[in-house]
């Protein structure tokens, strides 16, 4: 399993950045995957899901109505569009597969190595 995350930067609040994790060694599309990030000398957290086939997502409420996750299934990617940047969502962002199809009865179990989005005027 190989998980590359990129298109992370130094962007102004209020700004927008799309992040994107390219896929490989394992069957993308029946897998859900999730974007987390970690801020420094925080733990790990949750940002976003979704599932296998892209009907379902959820967010943290952190992010909820400025950040969206999507996959496009036959580029093996998964996406994250984030807008209103903050300097609170600076952070290095990872995107993780899932153990099945769903997220909300698995657990991610593979990880890329991380994007970093720094959010500063």
């Known amino acids: 399993v190989q998980l590359q995350a990129s298109g992370g930067g130094l962007v102004q609040p209020g700004g927008s950045l799309r992040l994107s994790c390219a896929a490989s060694g394992f069957t993308f599309d029946i897998y859900a995957m999730g974007w987390y990030r970690q801020a420094p000398g925080k733990e790990r957290d949750l940002v976003a899901t979704i599932n296998y086939d892209g009907d379902t997502t959820t967010y943290s409420d952190s992010v909820k109505g400025r950040f969206t996750i999507s996959r496009d299934n036959a580029k093996n990617t998964l996406y994250l569009q984030m807008s209103d940047l903050e300097p609170e969502d600076t952070a290095k962002y990872f995107c993780?597969?899932?153990?099945?199809?769903?997220?909300?009865?698995?657990?991610?179990?593979?990880w890329g190595q991380g994007t970093l989005v720094t959010v500063s005027s």
């Open positions: 993780a597969k899932y153990e099945g199809a769903y997220f909300y009865t698995t657990s991610p179990i593979d």
